[in-house]
Every structure is written in C-alpha cells, then in structure tokens.
C-alpha cells in the first residue's frame, strides 16, 4: 500500500501545471483548461498515484494508457505536432510504449498529453461553474473511465476551484 500522502494542489499548480501549460501554445492555458487539469487529475489519481492502482496499465497523474489516450492525441491531426514538439523539448523518443513509461515519473509529459487530451475534444471547455458539462466532457468524451465516480467529482472541481482562486 502507498503511504505518501496526496500532493496538494497549490504544489501541483507551481511544480506540474504552471510549467507544463507554459510547454504548449499560449491559448492553450486558460483558466477553464487549468480547472479541468486539476479536477481530472484528482479524480483520476488524487495527485498521489503515478501508476494505477491495483495492477492497471494506467500511467501518470491523468492516468494514460498506452493505447487509449496516448496513442490518441499522438495520432489526433489537433494533437500530434503539439505532443512531438513536448517530446523533443524533453528529450522523449517517439515512441509510444516510451511516452507512456515516462508518464509514471515526467510530470510535465503527463501534464502536457492531459491537456492535449482535452484540446482536441469539439467545442469549448466548460465555463466554470457548470459541473455537469465538466463531468461529461471527462466521463463521455476524453477519458472515459473504465469506473466512473460521479459522487467524487463535484468536491474534487470545488477544491481545483478554490485553489486556482476561482468564483462561481
């Protein structure tokens, strides 16, 4: 069992999104993409877990699998050029089954292919406040757990909120 705490978000938002977001296009980092990061990445890992609990072949705070979300946004014409240009500035193979090993300990890798994930999905990030759009962009469109948990997620976009200094 891991005994590491989660990581807070304030850390998270200094260490991983701040610097990750600044890797990629500027209209890439708004404040809806920053929201949607943390609530995804507490929902999916807690900002503890790197690799998936009990076995799983997700890797990363995002939680990517090598086939699913990795082999996607390398592939997506929205995507690829974006996520090439991320490898080479850090020294990435391209190279899919690399890419999703290094998400377990580069978290600016895993930064950067989450909010590649999103970018690529129709239509504008959910403005802040609407839960319900946020939860199925995440559960329909981009990530698609395998065991949704809806009953986390409000809690867990009210604590992104907050700590990104945001109002309803």
Same mark, same amino acid.
């Given at each position: ?44 890992? @807690?900002?503890?877990?790197? @690799? ?27 995507? +690829? ?5 991320? +490898?080479?500035?850090? /020294?990435?193979? *391209? ?11 580069? /978290?600016?890798?895993?930064? +950067?292919?989450? @909010? ?18 946020? *939860? ?13 948990? @809806? ?18």
């Amino acid at each position: 069992m891991d005994l590491a705490s989660n990581m807070p978000l304030d850390q998270v938002i200094k260490q991983i999104l701040s610097p990750g977001l600044a890797m990629l296009p500027l209209p890439m980092d708004t404040p809806n993409a920053r929201l949607m990061l943390l609530t995804i990445g507490r929902q999916e890992s @807690r900002f503890r877990f790197r @690799r998936q609990q009990g076995g799983g072949p997700a890797r990363g705070f995002w939680q990517f699998e090598q086939g699913g979300s990795v082999k996607g946004v390398m592939n997506h014409p929205a995507t +690829c050029g974006h996520a090439h240009r991320v +490898c080479n500035e850090l /020294d990435m193979a *391209w190279d899919r089954t690399s890419i999703w090993a290094a998400m377990e300990t580069n /978290d600016l890798l895993a930064l +950067c292919f989450a @909010r590649l994930n999103l970018w690529w999905a129709p239509g504008p990030l959910p403005e802040v406040g609407d839960y319900d759009a946020a *939860w199925k962009l995440y559960a329909d469109v981009t990530w698609r757990p395998g065991k949704p948990r @809806r009953e986390t997620w409000n809690r867990y976009y009210d604590e992104a909120r907050s700590a990104l200094g945001m109002r309803l």
